[in-house]
């Protein structure tokens, strides 16, 4: 994307969790909801994903004070088949519900080897890949397929000029020893929603081939998205990226018990996910020594390729968000003039006073 049109303010990532909890303990989180919420969304910001960072807290905000977001809601199981569990969310924080959900199936996983979680009625549970890092760092293997409902679809069908579906995620992590794991992380349109949102904000145009407007033309402006007439986002990979987001909602939607994107599912105005996760112990599989060694020699060969073009290197999954938190620890993480008016006008609303500007 482009330079936005007001310059960014810069924020110490410690500073704005110190800021983002006050406005978590407002409208009501305790103290451990509060910081697990802070902590998810400030990683995403110094992770490079500002779509799912601070900019989601007026959205979450207003979702509280409509009551459509229940604080302090703890997941609850619906059906307990030892390594199959289906877990309600109610509504609540899906930072804080989806943490404790992949909790109880890390524990579950070590003991049997492996564990599948379906959490259904979560509130957005934010960026997926925490999920995999989450259950990489308990040395396992997970993937994560996640739909959204709730509210109107936002993405085409591939061939398609209206939206069918959302921008249903998935994310696969995978622990190394010695090395930083793998973590593959992505919505299955060609951008995150919120990646349109930022645009939108900062002002800039979204590349071409990621957006129809409501004639299903294409085009770059980001409020095709958000106003109408209403257009639609595409699919990534054309048919392929179309067929995965619509097996993620069957997978998250209708096996968890959940829903899937229809019109009896989409009128609620909240934003709701289920998420499908496969946790597997990798040492019951093909043996600790033999998998991390092909992991070594299948990774050295990929990235092994030279580069077509000497300033895209070729990366592992999760490299670039590792690159992107280091430069953003060392130099602060930016934030567009208009979503920081936004977040403090929300934080306003609930009794928080933030500054005006960043402070470094
Ligand atoms: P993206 O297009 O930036 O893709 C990210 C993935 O691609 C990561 O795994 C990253 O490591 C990898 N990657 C990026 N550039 C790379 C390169 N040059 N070489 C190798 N690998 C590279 O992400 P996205 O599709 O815009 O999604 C952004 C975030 O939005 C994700 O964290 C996703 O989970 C989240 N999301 C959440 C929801 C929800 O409902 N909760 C919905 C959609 C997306």
Redesign the pocket.
Known sequence: MTSPAQPDILFAAEDLRAQVTTIFSAIGSDAPEAALVTDHLVL?NL???D??GISLIPLYVRMVREGKVEPNQRPTAAMDNGALLTLDGHRGF?QAVAHEAMEIGIARARERGVAIIALRNSH???????YAEQCCRAGLVSMHY???VGTAPVVAPFAGIKSRL??????IGVPREGADPL?????????????IRVAMNRGVPVPPGFLLDADGEPTTDARVVYDEPVGTMLP?GEHKGSGLGLLCDVLAGALTGGRMCHPGSSGDDV?L?NMLSVMIDPDRLGGRETWQQEIALGTQFFTSSPARDPA??????????RATRARRDAEGIPVDATTWRLIRAAAAGVGVALPEAGWR
């Open positions: 995403a992770f490079g994903h779509s799912h899906g957005h549970v934010g960026r997926i890949g925490h996640v739909n959204v959302h921008t249903n995620p998935v994310a973590v593959l992380d992505f919505a299955t349109s060609r951008a995150a929603q919120g990646k990534f934003y996910n895209m290197p070729i990366l592992l999954p999760g490299e670039p968000e």
